[in-house]
């Protein structure tokens, strides 16, 4: 019955893989996903530009914010992973924490409603400029042999055990991090947008039922919407943060002088 309503008011159901592309923009280059990204950095860039055109000693709200944001990116995340190297890292990782964040709420701001890291190929970009800039740093500080020395073998451990141990280190520095680093922020983003759209969706399909017991449970499915689109701001928030301190973490490591 609720199909044949939302067919009735010309509604389009079910959704289609049709529904990421916008109508006759650039043909199919150019997808819902890809004008969000964009978005996400002209908003970004004209923030930080506007906030810090001409800065105060007495700062404004904006110039706070801004300040706040690199503050505790550059104390939280840099500083605390990396030590003092962190800092000349910090801007870098100001830039990525507030992509990331401003991209992922981006599933609960009207009109947009879903996130580009919900699709798989983002994830994929930001964990690969991380994966290829902490290689690229290590290599440059140690050299090739040694930084692949310090990343595969642990000293002090029997040396038949590095038959074991030098497989498993090269998965986990070398496969592991880059692909798990994608994985968790595309899973818990398209997880969330799952979430939100079951609730979503099921409430207008119960309050498209004949059955007025049936309608009233539509209440509680938009009252876990509103519930669900609040924690999913905070999932949002916490796995950018989750993805610039292991970023940070890892770059750390290839610094380091030891194991």
Excluded at 139 to 147: D, E, T, W
């Amino acid at each position: 019955m609720s199909e044949k309503l939302l067919a009735a008011e010309g509604l389009p159901w079910p959704p289609s893989v049709g529904d990421f592309y916008p109508p006759e923009l650039a043909g199919p280059w150019v997808t819902k996903f890809g004008i969000m990204v964009w978005l996400a950095v002209a908003l970004l860039i004209i923030f930080f530009m506007v906030t810090y055109r001409s800065p105060k000693l007495v700062p404004t709200k904006g110039q706070w914010m801004a300040e706040s944001i690199y503050g505790l990116v550059r104390d939280n995340i840099a500083r605390e992973q990396m030590g003092k190297e962190g800092i000349r890292f910090a801007p870098y990782f100001t830039v990525l924490f507030c992509f990331i964040a401003l991209t992922n709420l981006f599933g609960v701001t009207p009109l947009l409603q879903i996130s580009p890291n919900s699709h798989i190929a983002f994830p994929i970009v930001l964990a690969a400029i991380t994966y290829i800039m902490y290689i690229y740093i290590g290599v440059r500080k140690h050299g090739l042999g040694r930084y692949l020395k310090q990343s595969l073998i642990i000293p002090g451990v029997p040396w038949p055990m590095h038959f074991l141990l030098i497989p498993i280190e090269f998965l986990q520095t070398f496969i592991n991090r880059p692909v798990t680093l994608a994985v968790r922020l595309f899973a818990n983003m398209f997880a969330g947008h799952l979430i939100l759209l079951v609730f979503t969706v099921g409430g207008f399909v119960l309050l498209a039922s004949d059955n007025i017991l049936v309608q009233a449970t539509s209440v509680f499915a938009f009252l876990m919407a509103i519930v669900m689109a609040f924690f999913e701001v905070l999932v949002s928030l916490l796995q950018a943060y989750v993805f610039v301190t292991l970023s940070a973490n890892y770059i750390g490591s290839s610094l380091a002088d030891e194991h």
